[in-house]
């Protein structure tokens, strides 16, 4: 199996981050590299992640030298990936061990250059919330521009197929890179199966509906460079979606 680089941002995560880690050394598939781009935590964040690495090579800590937000240290990791596969991982969520070997095997066999799989919530404490976030078989660029369905936990990026990726400085970081992936052409495929576990936390980047709202038009603006008239027509479908989905939460 080809390496995969798993890309992790950390800030203030210290009784988190070990399980988080746990969950990608549990995976079946074991060609992995761990890159976790700690954001200046002011807490044992970096010192957990060094004990970890210490133990386990495959396991990287990077140390920002400001604190700059996700999309730069999710950059900082990518820079250093030596993987044909980039996989994405906050540091306070979770895989289930099958993720990888089911999503790469998946990937291959679409000739992807992006894929995402379904994920149940939990809790802070890491009990099951609501239902299970089924997605869509497919996805082009202008399905994405209107839809919530690809959760950063479960992307997988092909760079063999997508090419060299980088992130925007920008809030919702990981939807401009979906969307960049996919503006050529490339179609993103969905695997239906449940691989993975987001943490609800009130602290979460993304925590707050109306602020998501701004940054979701701020890209069809400023940065996909949508008509007004697209970009109102693509926000309705986005909230909706989102809406929908943030119902059973």
Not at 16 to 37: N, R
Not at 115 to 127: C, D, L, M
Request: hydrophobic share 45%.
């Amino acid at each position: 199996m080809p390496l995969v680089s798993i890309i992790t941002p950390s800030w203030n995560v210290a009784p988190l981050i070990s399980e988080t880690i746990a969950s990608v050394q549990a995976q079946t598939m074991t060609d992995w590299e761990l890159l976790i781009a700690d954001d200046c935590s002011t807490d044992q964040t970096a010192t957990i992640v060094e004990s970890h690495a210490a133990q386990d090579p495959r396991v990287k800590l990077i140390r920002q030298p400001r604190n700059g937000g996700p999309a730069l240290a999710r950059q900082a990791a990518i820079e250093r990936a030596q993987g044909r596969f980039i996989a994405f991982l906050d540091s306070d969520d979770l895989w289930l061990p099958g993720k990888l070997e089911r999503q790469i095997a998946f990937a291959q066999q679409k000739r992807a250059a992006l894929s995402y799989t379904a994920f149940r919530r939990i809790n802070e404490t890491g009990s099951i919330t609501g239902r299970l976030i089924e997605v869509p078989a497919s996805l082009n660029y202008e399905q994405l521009l209107k839809n919530t369905s690809i959760a950063t936990l479960t992307a997988l990026v092909d760079r063999d197929v997508a090419g060299n990726i980088a992130m925007k400085n920008e809030p919702y970081d990981d939807f401009c890179l979906w969307l960049n992936i996919l503006k050529p052409g490339h179609v993103a495929h969905g695997l239906n199966e449940d691989l993975a576990r987001y943490r609800v936390r009130g602290s979460s980047v993304s925590s707050r509906p109306l602020r998501s709202a701004g940054w979701v038009w701020h890209i069809y603006r400023n940065v996909e460079q949508l008509s007004p008239i697209k970009s109102a027509w693509c926000f309705a479908h986005w909230a909706a979606r989102a809406w929908l989905k943030r119902r059973e939460f």
